[in-house]
């Protein structure tokens, strides 16, 4: 008799321990990535915008000769934002900015030098190109110039705590920090199939990740966000974690299965 119970107490726990290994595997981000990261790997990625059509454009010119600058000073920017823009304004320089909002060729008109093409490259290239232009026309010898890209959004829908479009002031953003923005997955999404839609060259593209593979995440052309990404969060309810149908259930076999734990253990206690 005894025995008997220390068999149906020895495969409770052991159904308690294969629930939990289920819910962990379907739950955890990033699965493996302790091992293979530890060693450090060379980020192979670029992360560089690149300026699409209608995108919104902040140009600082900076020189020693306030009066040199002042024709790229027109402090509007189309559709609204701030008028700062980061490198501007240092001891003894004057700085000048202005606004640009790029027409569906890819091109801005620019003082002095009238249309520039400017899509497709980023905001390096851009700076240098603006910066080259002036200095060899010998319009402002000291030129300094810096591009800033006004118009990098996201927006994140389907099962995440907090929906909606996010408007981040950097170039660089992972789809974990979007995510992240957006208060994380709920416990009842697909962890497994996060879509991503892009637009890219004239052309739409969708890129399907699994977040608990790291190897898919880190890889993916979608783990560096471009502007106007939309990332969908499928929601889940089939598989068993918290919020699902499937899981309530696990929750109750598993209390049900404790209690029964507790019982046989004080059967056999008293037994003995």
Same mark, same amino acid.
């Given at each position: ?8 107490? %020895? ?16 739950? /955890? ?29 902040? *140009? ?32 003894? $320089? ?24 400017? %899509? ?5 290239? *851009? ?16 030129? /300094? ?10 927006? /994140? ?8 479009? +996010? ?37 739409? /593209? ?9 190897? +898919? ?15 969908? $969060?499928?929601?889940?309810?089939? +598989? ?18 404790? *209690?029964?734990?507790? *019982?046989?253990?004080?059967? $056999?206690?008293?037994?003995?």
């Amino acid at each position: 008799m005894i025995r008997h119970i220390r068999l149906l107490l %020895g495969a409770a726990c052991m159904a308690c321990f294969c629930a939990s290994c289920v819910s962990n595997k379907t739950m /955890v981000y990033l699965q493996g990535a302790a091992g293979t990261y530890a060693v450090p790997q060379e980020i192979t990625q670029a992360f560089e915008l690149y300026v699409q059509p209608d995108d919104q454009l902040a *140009i600082s010119v900076s020189s020693k000769k306030m009066e040199l600058i002042a024709p790229f000073n027109n402090n509007t920017l189309i559709g609204g934002g701030n008028n700062s823009l980061t490198g501007a304004n240092t001891i003894n $320089v004057a700085s000048g900015v202005s606004y640009f909002q790029v027409d569906k060729d890819g091109n801005i008109e620019f003082p002095i030098f009238g249309t520039l093409h400017v %899509g497709g490259l980023t905001t390096r290239a *851009i700076s240098t190109m603006v910066q080259e232009k002036l200095v060899a026309d010998n319009y402002i010898p000291d030129a /300094v110039v810096n591009t800033k890209i006004m118009s990098f959004k996201v927006t /994140v829908l389907g099962d995440v705590k907090n929906p909606g479009t +996010q408007t981040y002031q950097g170039e660089r953003l992972t789809i974990l920090e979007a995510l992240g923005m957006a208060g994380d997955l709920t416990n009842s999404a697909h962890r497994d199939h996060v879509l991503v839609a892009r637009e890219e060259n004239g052309r739409r /593209v969708v890129y399907e990740l699994d977040l608990r593979d790291e190897a +898919q995440v880190f890889q993916s052309p979608a783990y560096y966000m471009q502007q106007n990404d939309v990332v969908y $969060v499928q929601p889940n309810k089939s +598989q068993r974690v918290r919020g699902s149908i499937g899981y309530t259930w696990l929750s109750i076999g598993s209390t049900l299965v404790s *209690i029964a734990v507790s *019982i046989v253990s004080l059967i $056999v206690a008293l037994s003995r």
